[in-house]
DNA sequence: TGCTAGAATAAATATAGACATAAGAAAAAG
DNA sequence: CTTTTTCTTATGTCTATATTTATTCTAGCA
């Protein structure tokens, strides 16, 4: 019958919807399906591995694989470069720094992520376009510190996203999502009212221990971040 | 030296960190790779395979293995049943329907999902409290036609979410997030003023080709949707 | 009865070898 | 010189087997 780890998975996941196998139900052990499949264990395993990284099934050892009872699946967003997802819409991408200054951690930041109490930060503000309509104002801090070279970019014409992705590795990031009140200053940023709902992006950036950047991205009206699952 | 498929992603992910690979570098093959590490390809191959998927680096027969020049990194969150977000966080979760109706499908929903243009659905409006403050106003349409036995279900007890994860299997699921501004119905719902920012998730959930259920799902300010990457 | 040490088991990982497949590179044909 | 065909190569997948590890189960002991 030879069958590939991508059958496996489809008629897995067939069971589960005919409900041949329903929530919570135990599935035979690998060495079994592998027998009905035709097919090598470790290609039951793999696909096993695969639908309990989509958040369908569970394992544990000795126990063996049961269906999630409460299938709480997992939804994948790709982070995107501002400039690619405004130009994958057809849109003309534009970018424009607002300001620039180098200035002392600020306490609120200090406490938040690790700096060195005295350290110095380069607080950014930038602007990205689409099609001439403002997108997103991005308030961003880079830690001099840990990336002394940012402080000679003058980021006028490569944003400050931009330029990290490409020239700082990271190791681990803090990403959150929420909806905001637009303060007079950002409504104006975005051309909206004051008091306007933002989607707005925040996100801190790791190289291991050190801190390497934390970010607001406040969106314009109208923003949806989407994906399937 | 034995290395295990987690010790070569580390390793890996270190000479990306160090610049010894640097983005839009070609590395070695995986048989060059598994001699020095000493392993087999097959765990060369899954270790670079799961950075793939983390979306560090991109893999084409023939060409090789490089670093991607912009690691656009994936983050993943888990969608979480709200019971368990809000009793994670030490809160007394607590349900109300507030109503229920059954009708035909609204014009702008018919357009939007593939529903039969003179089907009915279920709508349902549902509220569900952290320790008695509102955390979560739910506005779901359930596919009558889709979904029969929905009907015979009171909802009063159990939330629709949680009975339709448990009862209804489903193939694929569109997931949008924005904010949104309260209108003043919604706002006497989630204890908050007209116009309040108000972070807002849409999901259609489908079974193969049918569709199962819409909802709206407003949270109350101060909702943060976060996850690491 | 309650606890603990050990046996049993299922998944997790690793290996060497094989064939499949996509796509770049080189050779052949026009 | 361009197009087409063939060759080559790196990844993709699969197999059969072995070892390791986390857990449950059980039997023996206090």
Redesign the interface.
């Known amino acids: 019958m030879r069958s590939s780890y991508q059958d496996i998975k489809a008629d897995v ?1 067939n069971r ?2 005919q ?1 041949i196998w329903p ?1 919570g139900a135990n599935l035979p052990g690998e060495i079994e399906l592998a027998e009905e499949f035709g097919c090598a264990r470790a290609t039951v395993n793999r696909a096993m591995r695969e639908l309990v990284d989509e ?1 369908i099934l569970e394992r544990k050892r000795k126990a063996g694989t049961r269906v999630k ?13 501002i400039r ?1 997802e405004i130009e994958s819409t057809g849109a003309a991408y534009r970018y424009a720094l607002v300001d620039r200054e180098v200035i002392a951690v600020p306490g609120w930041l200090s406490a938040q992520v690790k700096i060195p109490r005295n350290g110095q930060v380069l607080h950014l503000r930038c602007m990205h376009f689409a099609s001439n309509k403002p997108y997103q104002l991005e308030d961003r801090w880079i830690n001099l510190t840990a990336i002394p070279k940012a402080e000679k970019q003058d980021f006028e014409v490569i944003g400050p996203n ?1 330029w990290l ?2 020239e700082v ?1 990271f ?11 637009a303060t007079q200053e950002i409504a104006d940023f975005l051309d909206q009212k004051e ?6 992006a925040e996100r801190t950036t790791w ?1 291991d221990e050190d801190n390497i950047t934390h970010a607001r991205l406040y ?1 314009s009206q ?8």
Chains 1, 2 share one sequence.
């Not at 109208?222 to 699952?229: D, N």
């Open positions: 996941l589960i919807r409900n929530p958040g009872s409460f299938p709480t699946r997992k939804a994948r967003f790709t982070i995107p470069l690619e931009e992705v490409r590795p190791s681990e990031a803090d990403l959150s999502f929420s909806a905001t009140s008091g306007d709902a933002v989607f707005t190289l969106f109208g923003y949806k971040m989407t994906t399937k699952l």
